[in-house]
């Protein structure tokens, strides 16, 4: 849902303006390997730096995170209604293909012509429709992302407390006289989790003068090395709150 996640919710944000132009002009190739010249390592810590702020201010964005849900709440929705009988079609013969084949997920590969000929356009033009379905659970998500009401989210560094939860579930199936089993649509929590540098999964060698290489995580004195390559997690908490 790129649309969601950049163009619709977020024009303008500047944090992540990097200086691309030095970073392309200090590249070098070393031992049949792209890396870094020693004179560019701010500029790439500069860029990790950026990367980190945009993940928090745009990726994992409150708005990007409930829309982002909001969507898998209605798929995962629609393919219970669909696993008890309900007649649900989707707009698109792709989309209603893997919607009433639930299993054939697991082997795209098998269906590479149907998956491929899927986008935003098959999810967006189906979830419209849906908003006038008899399921009250089903039109409600659908109606709150069409119409930009989305569910609330709250984050935190601690884990939310079991009780507070409840407290919400309970506000939520007396409003809306649905179930507590129902409620699990319309409130749910999770973990966000943002690495700047993952020096197990990626690798930016920096090239030094003196023709030794280094991983910028090892680099003396490096930006990164000191607090951006460990995970900073935040909890999260959804509900719907109108």
């Known amino acids: 849902m790129d649309y969601l996640t ?5 024009s303008g944000v500047s944090e992540g303006v990097i200086g691309y132009d030095r970073i392309l002009k200090m590249l070098t190739v070393q031992q049949g390997e792209l890396m870094v010249e020693e004179k560019g390592i701010y500029s790439i810590e500069k860029f990790l730096v950026s990367r980190r702020l945009m993940y928090w201010q745009v990726y994992l964005h409150k ?11 209605i798929i995962e929705r629609a393919k219970e209604l669909i696993s008890k009988g309900e007649i649900l079609k ?64 709250k984050f935190q560094q601690e884990p939310f407390e079991a009780g507070y939860i409840q407290t919400l579930r309970n506000n939520i199936c007396s409003q809306l006289n649905i179930t507590q089993a129902e409620s699990s649509y319309l409130l749910f ?3 966000a989790t943002n690495t700047t540098y993952d020096p197990t999964e990626e690798h930016i060698n920096i090239l030094f003068k003196d023709g030794s290489i280094k991983d910028i995580s090892k680099v003396d004195n490096a930006l ?19």
């Not at 429709?129 to 399921?135: E, L, T």
């Not at 990164?224 to 109108?242: A, E, G, T």
Request: proline letters at 3%.
């Open 63 to 73: 708005t990007v995170v409930s829309a982002e849900k909001t969507v898998v709440k």
């Open 189 to 191: 929590t999770g973990e």
């Open 224 to 242: 990164i090395q000191h607090n951006l390559s460990r995970p900073m997690k935040k909890f999260y908490i959804c509900f719907y709150s109108h």
């Open 90 to 153: 989707a707009t698109t013969p792709g989309f209603d293909f893997f919607l009433q084949h639930p299993e054939a997920s697991s082997s795209i590969a098998d269906h590479l012509d149907k998956f491929c000929m899927m986008d935003d356009y098959d999810v967006l033009s189906t979830i419209k429709n849906w908003m006038f379905h008899r399921d009250k659970i089903l039109s409600l998500l659908c109606r709150s992302l069409v119409e930009r009401r989305l569910l609330k989210v």
């Open 6 to 10: 950049r163009d619709s919710f977020f």
